[in-house]
């Protein structure tokens, strides 16, 4: 006896931990985890949040905190908590939320789980243009407060767009293929991180420990004023990205695979890296280039949603959660000593690092 329903069509095969969904001419698959995961990564991130805003000098209750973020509480832990310390929280969870993203486009991009913007040379031009006016543009002191605040996240932008460009320039020929960008971006990230290390000993010794403290990646100087321009940027690009969803997702096969899914690979592959570049320079023009998150936390999210590119929203939200969670760490592990978060981002992202090599390897040798 047929199975074959009335419409003529076959029913479709049922593939395990996913449920067709059908709703007139639109068809998808329900995949609990691509909910499930965000929600709790969601969860953990607001927790970190309460944790970081109740850390200083003044201990405040992660019930107050709270508490307070809805507008109730007394006066003074209002302040304390909206003004002073919610300012870095924020700052952080965008700018990990920034990496992140721009990370799991360049991994989907180079089809390469050891890919991120900082092989790009994007971090390096960001370092190059800050450092450049620590050094010579008296970021500090008299009229340096201004410079400091405005001069040093738009040269930090202003330095990693340039270094995009030029990766672009050198890479794009008969199409731009994501190996030709790696390697291309390999030498450029070489050669300014030559320029910068020349920076650091034309600088004066005071000069020389600013930037350090920079280059470590730090939210310590967060404000409001710091964290609109990547919070806009987020706004603006994490839309561009979601839309470019569907061609980024294609990009997993092989050109020729991807054509025939009427992907049009040249338009797609420099509006993707557009975006990554714009993201990365913003981050790291808010915070000093933070390591790590941009590696890691794309493969984190692969792995708990299993899906075979990096997946955006996921990673972004992932970036966030790390980034934040790291800052805690930094405040609060070592005592009275306060470590950039940086510092804390590369400690925990040095052995994934170490264990995707591996990983890579015995692969390769299977």
């Not at 738009?154 to 767009?161: Q, S």
């Not at 409001?224 to 690009?237: A, C, F, I, Q, S």
């Not at 570049?277 to 913003?282: I, R």
């Amino acid at each position: 006896m047929s199975t074959t329903p009335a419409s003529g069509r076959a029913p479709a095969a049922a593939v395990p931990g996913r449920r067709p969904l059908r709703a007139g001419p639109v068809s998808g698959v329900w995949r609990p985890r691509t909910v499930l995961i965000p929600l709790l990564t969601l969860g953990v991130l607001f927790l970190g949040v309460l944790v970081n805003c109740g850390r200083g000098d003044i201990h405040i209750p992660v019930g107050q905190v709270a508490e307070a973020l809805f507008g109730g509480g007394d006066e003074a832990t209002r302040m304390v908590v909206t003004e002073l310390r919610l300012p870095r929280s924020v700052t952080g969870a965008l700018v990990g939320a920034s990496l992140a993203l721009a990370g799991a486009i360049v991994q989907g991009l180079a089809r390469n789980p050891l890919a991120s913007p900082d092989i790009l040379g994007i971090t390096a031009g960001s370092g190059v243009g800050a450092v450049t006016v620590i050094v010579f543009g008296g970021a500090y002191g008299g009229v340096g407060g201004t410079v400091a605040s405005v001069g040093i996240p738009a040269a930090a932008m202003t330095g990693g767009l340039l270094a995009a460009v030029a990766v672009y320039l050198l890479a794009v020929r008969r199409g731009l293929s994501g190996y030709r960008v790696l390697l291309v971006g390999v030498g450029v990230n070489a050669f300014l991180t030559s320029v910068l290390s020349w920076l650091l000993l034309k600088a004066d010794i005071v000069d020389a420990g600013r930037a350090l403290l920079w280059l470590n990646g730090s939210l310590n100087g967060a404000s409001w004023d710091t964290m609109r321009p990547v919070m806009w940027t987020l706004l603006v690009l994490m839309p561009v990205a979601l839309l470019l969803s569907f061609p980024f997702g294609a990009l997993v096969f092989d050109d020729d695979t991807a054509r025939g899914l009427g992907v049009r690979m040249t338009a797609t592959r420099a509006a993707l890296l557009c975006t990554a570049v714009l993201l990365t320079a913003a981050a790291t023009a808010a915070a000093g280039p933070i390591a790590f998150v941009a590696l890691a936390c794309p493969q984190l999210a692969v792995r708990l949603l299993r899906t075979g590119t990096p997946p955006l929203l996921a990673s972004a939200l992932i970036g966030a959660a790390v980034t934040v969670w790291a800052d805690v760490l930094g405040r609060t592990a070592f005592g009275t000593l306060e470590l950039p978060v940086g510092i804390l981002t590369a400690a925990l992202g040095a052995p994934y690092l170490l264990y995707l090599l591996i990983r890579s390897g015995r692969a390769r040798t299977s």
